[in-house]
Every structure is written in structure tokens, then in C-alpha cells.
């Protein structure tokens, strides 16, 4: 019956009203789709949401973890640049005493 076309004003009121209430029942059902709509956009952005604070505290531990492993890193860099440096010590040393050469402190 909405879907009719205007009543002439010589059509019955019953009529009429009949087919505006008609009218206004479907745009009610349409707005009321449209907020069901926007109210699930809605829900679904909040369930994406994430406070900043979490951000930054999560950051922040990343952070510390990172800067733990970069100190093991540079530990571990160093006493292998000992050994490598007690290595050439002592193979020199053994190949100057081998070939014969001695050091005089003096």
C-alpha cells in the first residue's frame, strides 16, 4: 500500500491515513536498520580499540628486552676480542720461543 502512488485528496481519509501510517512504518524500519548498521561499525571499532597507555607499556618492554640482548651482545663481543687477542699473545710468544728469538726487558 506505500508503494502506491499519492492519493488524490478526493480519496477516502481512511485511505489516506491507511497509507501514510504505511509510509511512516517503513521509514522507521529503515532508520532503525540504518542505526542497527552504524551500531555494529561501531562495536567493531570498539573491539579493535586499543588504549595508548597498553601501546606505550608494551613498547616499553620491548624496548628494555631489546636493550638487554644489545648488552649480552656487546659482552660477548669483548671477551672475544680477548681471546682472539690472548690467542695471537700466546701463538706468538710460542713461535718466537720456537724460532729463538728472545726479548730482553731492559
Known amino acids: 500500500m506505500s508503494a502506491s502512488p499519492d492519493l488524490s485528496l478526493d480519496a477516502p481519509p481512511i485511505e489516506r491515513i491507511a497509507v501514510s501510517l504505511a509510509r511512516l512504518d517503513e521509514r522507521q524500519k529503515a532508520m532503525q536498520a540504518t ?62 720461543g720456537a724460532i729463538g728469538i728472545h726479548f730482553r726487558g731492559g
Open 35 to 96: 542505526a542497527d548498521a552504524r551500531h555494529g561499525q561501531l562495536v567493531a571499532l570498539l573491539a579493535e580499540f586499543v588504549p595508548r597507555a597498553e601501546i606505550e607499556a608494551k613498547q616499553a618492554g620491548t624496548n628494555r628486552r631489546i636493550g638487554a640482548v644489545e648488552h649480552r651482545v656487546d659482552k660477548i663481543e669483548a671477551r672475544s676480542w680477548k681471546v682472539i687477542a690472548w690467542v695471537f699473545g700466546t701463538v706468538g710468544t710460542a713461535l718466537a
